[in-house]
Structure formats: structure tokens, C-alpha cells
């Protein structure tokens, strides 16, 4: 007996549509794709409970007739390809038939679809994939789709969708896309029965861009236009002065296509390798304009990455484009700058090696019983140094340790009783105050300030809904932030530790960390790492103006660390070169 037989169409669609419908946006995706390749000119989505119990997609586009209504809910029937070369130059967004055929199997749909030129519309209904009715209908030009009861066939799928807020925030982030990539199309987004977008044809794209993403990123932003042989390149990318600790405001598209492009992404993180410092990130709304047979579409089940024939001369092009936008661009802005709290805010307070008490020391006074303090190198020719303050008493574990020079800037020269230490000061300090951070957590004793005037934060639907979850947790951590609408936020305060000019972007770090995953409340103590690695990164970072420590304090500090030899990230905070390794490359091996 044969074990081997060909699955039911039911159950092949139910398979696909695994790949095809991951989420409730995934149909809204699909939905609005067929919309824009039917050349709508106004598209109204509508969505409820996050998409679980109903999306609807409707448009003035051309519409079907009752033959190719019944065919277009077939697997892989379509209008868009004929053969195997069409997919060397597709121009549109779906060609695959697998979209409609998929939801309906996975649903409740229903297609209620009206060429202009006849007067009589055709309905189609569709139960889990078995076919309910077919009739005609009294409808405008166009087509409009509705889906309910999503996954109702298949309930183990729906175990695996998040809260409606957050499904409904990825729906949102979808219409906003295809709304950005076709701004000469009217968009109407409502959720629940309320408009919650709705925007006219739009003749500039900074103007779609404002009306979605709002006007403090469009103000941070610098138009890029290029053209090369059969490549143009548009769009606009953020100044030096912004930045983002995570990809998700770097977004590209190709041929209006949004993608995840390893070329694009990496081109513009390389164009501002000399803007921005490591580990921060540009924005960017990129729109790559290019020959349909120089780039293949068909390398993801949902289509979202794209492969170019030519990677290097893409890459080549982009980064020269956005090189020269960058050198003719205006002076950058900074991020903005948040208002003052109410009370002054005290300089950053490193731990101390010892108690006060013991402070008795001075620099340059007999040793101590741990051995002698350790002393700055006069610099020939200098004035005499003013009176030293109080410095710390050495711990043994620095007996014979004397400090020589700064060199460069932020490089501290020792000399230890093994040969020679060269220590970042930057690095050291953030090694310092991660670890006094993460106690404060630990505990639970972060002190904050209140503003004098609440910072207005305006974010994305994805960030607004991780936002509006973790309130709480940020609050628990000193960021005292509060719901102003939606996707409007205040920050009311902000911990002691932190500059107010750097709530926002602070903010934005953290609800970065949160969508990669790094930072997750349910794991206390992973989390606690994370926000302390960015609340040291970023707090050091602002200490131009703080007084420094004395190589004394610093050096016994950092010693006195549980892990004092690398920064939170992993970078070195010292280095020591010993005096067999001052002999080897003097080459005194045999001396």
C-alpha cells in the first residue's frame, strides 16, 4: 500500500498559508498589495481586536469579473506572470496566487469585487477553504475583502499572536509603509470603528513622511536624490546629530517595495561610519528605484527580502549618493534638547574606593600602610601644580603604582610594579557606573528628578504599543513617562544620572533594546544589565562637563570592580604591556 499521496487543496493552503499569514498584518499586506497592483487610487483598511476578529481592505481599483473572481481564490492562479522569465522583470507586488487562496483557508473571507464597465458585482464567500456562496451584489467599482475570525480553522495558530495592541501596532506600521511608498494614493486607516490615519494624495513625500512618522523626525531629516544608469536612488536620511540605538528606523524600499535588504542596510550604516559613533544607527527613508531584472523578489515566502544581481555596484551607489548628501548637507542639529527639571542636577556620583574617613592621604605625602599614593608627573616646564586635593588611600593590591601622563586624549599612562598600564578613562568610567547602576536596580533605590516641563515624545505604532506596556517597568528604573494620546507620550522625569537634554533619546535606546529583545522585563536581572549597559553608555557619554577623577581614585575604582577589565559592551578599559614584553621588543632578550 502506497504511503505517499497527494494532499487535499484544503490542507496544502492551510501549509502555505504558514508561510504566507504569519499575523493579522501579514493579510493586511497582502490585501493592500493586490490594491496597489489593481491601480487603486484610494484604499480604506479596517481592522478590530488587533485583526483577530476582523480586517477589511477595500479600493476603487479595476476590479473582476465572476470568472476571475473564482479564479483568483485558486492556488496559483494569477494575472501577474505567464512563464519563468516573468520573473526576471516583475512589476508588480504579487505574482506568486497563493495570498487569497491561503487566508481564505485559515478564515472566514468574504470578496465582494465590480468592474467599472458592468453594472452587477459578484460576492464569493469562504468558510475555512470550503466555498459557503457565490452570488452577484450591488457594490461600487473596485473590490473589498473581508476577513474574520482569523485562524478560527487552525486555533493552535492563534496561541501563537501577541496582544491586540501589539498586533494591532504591526498593522498599523504596514498601512504607514505602503502609505509612505505611494504618497500620490489616499489612505484611510481605522481601527475599532475610529479613524486613527487618514491621508489625501500627497504631491511632496516629506508631507507623507510628517503626516506618519510626525514632525520631530521629519525635522531631523535631509532629502538624498541620485541617478545612475538604470538606478535612482530618493528619499531622506537623518542628520548626524540623530541617531537610534537599533535598525528600526533605517527603512528601505525597492520599487515601493518594503524590504529588508542586507545591501541597502549595510551601505547606509557604512555611509555614516564617520558621523555617528559605533553601535548608534542613522535614520533613513530610502526608496531605491531600479531595473526589475536587476533585482529578484522571489527569495522570501513573504517577499520582504530582496537579491540584487549586481550587489556591489548597488552598494557602490548608494553609498556615494548618500556620502555626497551628507558633505553638501546643512550643519546637523542635535537631538532635541528637553528643558530643565525644576532642582539643578547633581554631577554624576562615582563609587567611592573607601570610606570618606579614611581619606587622608595626599598626593605626594609619605605612603600609607598600603603603600605609596599614587602622584601625577610634573610636566617639564610647567607652573607648579596648585594644592592636591584629598585622594584616596592606594589598596595593596596598588602598591608601587605611580601615575606618568595623559596622552592623546582620555588615555592615562601607569606605572605599575609588572611594567607599564595605559587605561581609557571613558572606558574605565563606564565600567565604573554600570556596575553602581545595576546595584541601584538591584535594589530598587533610583532616584529620579521631575521636569520642570514634560517632554513630548511622538513614536511609531510598533514603539507606542511596546511603550504603553512596559510604563511600570521604566518607571520602577526612574523614567517617568505618561500616555498623551496616541502614540504621544510625556517624559515627567527622568533619573538623577541622567542629562534631561538626553531623556528622549534615552527613551528611544531603551524601546530599541525592547524590540530586539535584549531587554526584557520578564527576566529582571537580564534586564536590569541591559538598562544599566545603556544608562552607563549614555551618562558617560554626556561627562564632558564633570569634573574628572584623580588617577588615584580612578584606578583604585575600577580595581575595586567585580569584572574591571572590559566595559559592558566588551571593550578593554586597560591594557598592560609587562617589562619581559618591554624587553622582547626592545629585542634585550639576551642582555
Request: glycine share 8%; net charge neutral; charged share 25%.
Amino acid at each position: 500500500m502506497a504511503t505517499i499521496h497527494i494532499l487535499p487543496d484544503k490542507v496544502a493552503n492551510q501549509i502555505a498559508a504558514g508561510e504566507v499569514v504569519e499575523r493579522p498584518a501579514a493579510v493586511v499586506k497582502e490585501l493592500v498589495e493586490n490594491s496597489l497592483d489593481a491601480g487603486a487610487t484610494r484604499i480604506t483598511v479596517e481592522f478590530a481586536h488587533g485583526g483577530r476578529s476582523l480586517m477589511r481592505v477595500e479600493d476603487d481599483g479595476r476590479g473582476m469579473d465572476r470568472e476571475d473572481a473564482q479564479l483568483a481564490l485558486q492556488r496559483h492562479a494569477t494575472s501577474k506572470i505567464a512563464v519563468a522569465s516573468d520573473l526576471d522583470r516583475l512589476g508588480t507586488f504579487g505574482f506568486r496566487g497563493e495570498a487569497l487562496p491561503s487566508i481564505a483557508s485559515v478564515s472566514k473571507f468574504e470578496l465582494r469585487t465590480r468592474r467599472a464597465e458592468v453594472d452587477t458585482g459578484i460576492e464569493i464567500a469562504i468558510h475555512g477553504g470550503r466555498t459557503v456562496h457565490v452570488k452577484d451584489c450591488g457594490m461600487p467599482a473596485g473590490t473589498r475583502i473581508t476577513v474574520s475570525q482569523l485562524f478560527g480553522p487552525v486555533p493552535a495558530r492563534r496561541k501563537f499572536l501577541k496582544s491586540d495592541t501589539t498586533e494591532s501596532a504591526h498593522i498599523i506600521q504596514c498601512v504607514r509603509f505602503y502609505a509612505l511608498a505611494h504618497p500620490g494614493v489616499a489612505f484611510t486607516l481605522i481601527e475599532d470603528g475610529r479613524v486613527i490615519f487618514q491621508s489625501p494624495a500627497c504631491e511632496a513625500l516629506l508631507e507623507r513622511v510628517t503626516e506618519i512618522f510626525g514632525k520631530q523626525i521629519a525635522a531631523s531629516l535631509m532629502p538624498v536624490e541620485a541617478i545612475g544608469e538604470g538606478v535612482a536612488l530618493r528619499g531622506f536620511i537623518g542628520r548626524p546629530g540623530a541617531s537610534r540605538s537599533t535598525r528600526h528606523d533605517l527603512i528601505t524600499f525597492v520599487n515601493r517595495r518594503p524590504v529588508d535588504s542586507r545591501t541597502l542596510t549595510y551601505a547606509v550604516i557604512e555611509s555614516y561610519q564617520a558621523s555617528l559613533p559605533r553601535g548608534r544607527y542613522p535614520l533613513a527613508f530610502l526608496f531605491l528605484e531600479i531595473d526589475p531584472t536587476q533585482v529578484d523578489v522571489n527569495v522570501h515566502p513573504a517577499k520582504r527580502e530582496v537579491r540584487f544581481r549586481h550587489d556591489p555596484t548597488v552598494r557602490s551607489f548608494v553609498i556615494t549618493a548618500l556620502l555626497e548628501a551628507l558633505r553638501g548637507g546643512a550643519e546637523p542639529k542635535p537631538e532635541p534638547v528637553a528643558p530643565q527639571p525644576v532642582e539643578v542636577r547633581p554631577a554624576i556620583v562615582l563609587p567611592q574606593p573607601m570610606p570618606q574617613a579614611a581619606r587622608t592621604a595626599q598626593a605626594g605625602q609619605p605612603a600609607a600602610a598600603g603603600g605609596p599614593p599614587l602622584v601625577r608627573s610634573p610636566t617639564i616646564g610647567a607652573a607648579p601644580p596648585p594644592p592636591a586635593p584629598e585622594a584616596a588611600p592606594v589598596p595593596a593590591g596598588l602598591a608601587g603604582w605611580r601615575f606618568i601622563s595623559e596622552i592623546e586624549a582620555g588615555y592615562w599612562v601607569y606605572e605599575s610594579p609588572n611594567g607599564l598600564v595605559i587605561l581609557d578613562e571613558r572606558a574605565s568610567l563606564e565600567r565604573i557606573l554600570f556596575e553602581k547602576l545595576e546595584r541601584e536596580f538591584a535594589e530598587g533605590r533610583t532616584e529620579s528628578q521631575r521636569m520642570l516641563f514634560a517632554v513630548p515624545v511622538e513614536l511609531d505604532p510598533v514603539a507606542a504599543a511596546l511603550l504603553g506596556d512596559h510604563l511600570v517597568f521604566l518607571a520602577a528604573h526612574g523614567l517617568e513617562v505618561a500616555a498623551f494620546g496616541r502614540n504621544f507620550f510625556r517624559i515627567e522625569a527622568v533619573p538623577a544620572w541622567l542629562d534631561p537634554a538626553d531623556a528622549e533619546p534615552f527613551l528611544r535606546d531603551i524601546l530599541g533594546s525592547l524590540r530586539e529583545g535584549r531587554l526584557d522585563p520578564a527576566k529582571p536581572a537580564v534586564a536590569r544589565e541591559n538598562i544599566a549597559r545603556l544608562a552607563a553608555a549614555r551618562a558617560i557619554a554626556a561627562r564632558r562637563s564633570v569634573g574628572r577623577e584623580e588617577p588615584a581614585e580612578l584606578i583604585a575604582m575600577l580595581l575595586g570592580c567585580e569584572r574591571p577589565l572590559l566595559t559592558p559592551s566588551g571593550r578593554p578599559t586597560y591594557i598592560e604591556i609587562s617589562g619581559a614584553e618591554l624587553a622582547q621588543r626592545f629585542q634585550k632578550e639576551n642582555c
